[in-house]
């Protein structure tokens, strides 16, 4: 038994008991057969509870489902620090404009709430890659600060094929869980591109891939990332399992 189902079921149910209740009350102001009225309005209710307790319930909340599955949780981030700014600003602001005659006194904290809320959210996620990445600088210097040296080690994340292929660090690194800088050596892009041009239909996918996800990550500035021509002894060799 699905969810929409059980809700349908509920709207009817309450929807013909609000209609045996308003057919009553309209059938004593006519001075018409107060259980006609009743009856009809309950059968009337039942049917609209039937039809539309989706379209004000669980549809509304898959629709929103959806749209937050879509947003990344740097977006959400950017526009929750937003929110949070601009309702400081309209409380501030909110003190002088209720002092204004009515009926400006009223209304115009409310107006003014919600402008600068609208204002801030849409201003924070436009420029959520400059505010993030300044968030991340902030707290990497932070770390570094209370741990030393010996928080990163100096180190930097070197990324082979696989990991590349995977596509998985891109996100990760949009979460800004990697303070150290991301490095790809060159002969790792070399052997990406060597995939990408491979006769094998699936390994030229995989190659392709690993490298669109190398063009994601150097199109971030807020993200530290770069390719090198350092050289690791042993990992000349590089492959992608399967």
Same mark, same amino acid.
């Given at each position: 038994?699905?969810?929409?189902?059980?809700?349908?079921?509920?709207?009817?149910?309450?929807?013909?008991?609000?209609?045996?209740?308003?057919?009553?009350?309209?059938?004593?102001?006519?001075?018409?057969?107060?259980?006609?009225?009743?009856?009809?309005?309950?059968?009337?209710?039942?049917?609209?509870?039937?039809?539309?307790?989706?379209?004000?319930?669980?549809?509304?909340?898959?629709?929103?489902?959806?749209?937050?599955?879509?947003?990344?949780?740097?977006?959400?981030?950017?526009?929750?620090?937003?929110?949070?700014? !601009?309702? $400081?600003? =309209?409380?501030? #602001?909110?003190?002088?404009?209720? %002092?204004?005659?009515?009926?400006?006194?009223?209304?115009? /904290?409310?107006?003014?709430?919600?402008?600068?809320?609208?204002?801030?959210?849409?201003?924070?996620?436009?420029?959520?890659?400059?505010?993030?990445?300044?968030?991340?600088?902030?707290?990497?210097?932070?770390?570094?600060?209370?741990?030393?040296?010996?928080?990163?080690?100096?180190?930097?994340?070197?990324?082979?094929?696989?990991?590349?292929?995977?596509?998985?660090?891109?996100?990760?690194?949009?979460? !800004?869980? $990697?303070? =150290?800088?991301? #490095?790809?050596?060159?002969?790792? %892009?070399?052997?990406?591109?060597?995939?990408?041009?491979? /006769?094998?239909?699936?390994?030229?996918?995989?190659?392709?891939?690993?490298?669109?996800?190398?063009?994601?990550?150097?199109?971030?500035?807020?993200?530290?990332?770069?390719?090198?021509?350092?050289?690791?002894?042993?990992?000349?060799?590089?492959?992608?399992?399967?």
């Amino acid at each position: 038994m699905s969810v929409e189902f059980i809700v349908r079921i509920i709207g009817m149910v309450a929807m013909a008991v609000g209609g045996i209740y308003l057919g009553a009350y309209l059938g004593d102001m006519a001075s018409g057969p107060r259980e006609l009225w009743a009856a009809v309005f309950a059968m009337v209710g039942a049917l609209m509870g039937l039809v539309v307790t989706p379209f004000l319930t669980t549809r509304p909340v898959r629709a929103i489902r959806r749209i937050v599955s879509g947003v990344s949780a740097q977006t959400m981030v950017s526009g929750l620090i937003g929110l949070i700014v !601009g309702l $400081i600003v =309209a409380a501030l #602001v909110s003190f002088p404009l209720s %002092l204004l005659p009515a009926p400006f006194g009223s209304l115009l /904290p409310f107006i003014g709430a919600l402008f600068f809320a609208y204002l801030s959210v849409t201003i924070f996620v436009l420029r959520q890659n400059d505010i993030m990445g300044l968030l991340r600088s902030r707290m990497s210097t932070t770390l570094i600060e209370d741990g030393g040296e010996g928080t990163t080690g100096g180190r930097s994340v070197l990324l082979d094929t696989s990991v590349i292929i995977d596509g998985r660090i891109a996100d990760v690194a949009h979460t !800004g869980f $990697i303070f =150290a800088p991301m #490095v790809v050596p060159s002969f790792v %892009l070399a052997e990406l591109q060597h995939i990408a041009d491979s /006769p094998d239909g699936l390994k030229r996918q995989r190659g392709r891939r690993g490298l669109d996800i190398l063009n994601r990550l150097q199109k971030e500035p807020s993200i530290p990332f770069r390719i090198s021509d350092l050289d690791v002894e042993g990992a000349r060799n590089v492959d992608v399992p399967g």
